[in-house]
């Protein structure tokens, strides 16, 4: 019997506007089980339970029991949607290889300031920190940086999170005409400015733009 667990998993699942996959993903579990969760075929354990609870921020009593006041609570966390830090860093300055990209823990992010402000959507968003100097003072080493992956393909000037000779690095880029890109960091202290020809931009893989970053006093 399963008390009506599924009905309260879609509930809070959907409240986040998080797809089965996503959800499933972020639970290191697969999407037919996720499914079997939400269908009622299968229950999820304790400790299960509370890591969704944590993933979509409501009581996990409310989750096993149903009770009225957790529900309340529940509904309180409204408006707000979570954001996966990653276990990696993206050097700003020469390249860093990446060793892991394990989430280990969740971010809140107000759900219309990602929505107007950003344009996106919230399974496009990741977070990492930075690592090196090579972007200062836009960025410091240490910094948490908003990565926005639906923007990967843009030909915008900016900043991007991208992956070059195998190195995950911070850079701020821009198209030339003809197709050429320049990567190039905001320290000239210490960077030196990088044209990567039309020729050989298949070395050059954009994985998202960094649209907000948080850094400490």
């Excluded at 989430?103 to 990492?128: C, M, Q, R, S, Y």
């Excluded at 915008?156 to 911070?170: A, F, K, P, R």
């Amino acid at each position: 019997m399963t008390n009506n667990i599924n009905k309260r998993i879609i509930k809070s699942r959907k409240s986040k506007g998080y797809t089965q996959k996503y959800l499933a993903e972020i639970l290191s579990i697969s999407l037919p089980t996720m499914n079997h969760y939400e269908t009622g075929k299968r229950v999820p354990n304790s400790a299960l339970l509370a890591k969704l609870a944590g993933v979509v921020e409501c009581d996990p009593g409310w989750l096993l029991t149903g009770e009225e006041k957790n529900t309340e609570d529940h509904s309180s966390t409204e408006g707000f949607v979570l954001v996966p830090r990653y276990n990696i860093e993206a050097s700003a300055g020469g390249g860093s290889v990446i060793h892991s990209e394990q989430i280990v823990d969740h971010l809140a992010f107000k759900a219309d300031w990602v929505h107007k402000e950003l344009g996106t959507h919230p399974k496009n968003l990741v977070l990492v920190h930075s690592m090196g100097d090579s972007m200062e003072p836009t960025i410091r080493s240490g910094d948490l940086l908003l990565v926005d992956r639906s923007k990967a393909k843009m030909r915008g000037d900016g900043i991007y999170l991208i992956n070059l000779d195998d190195g995950l690095m911070v850079k701020r880029v821009e198209w030339l005409l003809g197709g050429s890109v320049v990567i190039r960091g905001d320290n000239t202290a210490v960077s030196r400015e990088q044209i990567l020809p039309a020729t050989d931009l298949e070395k050059l893989h954009i994985l998202g733009r960094v649209v907000w970053l948080g850094s400490k006093l």
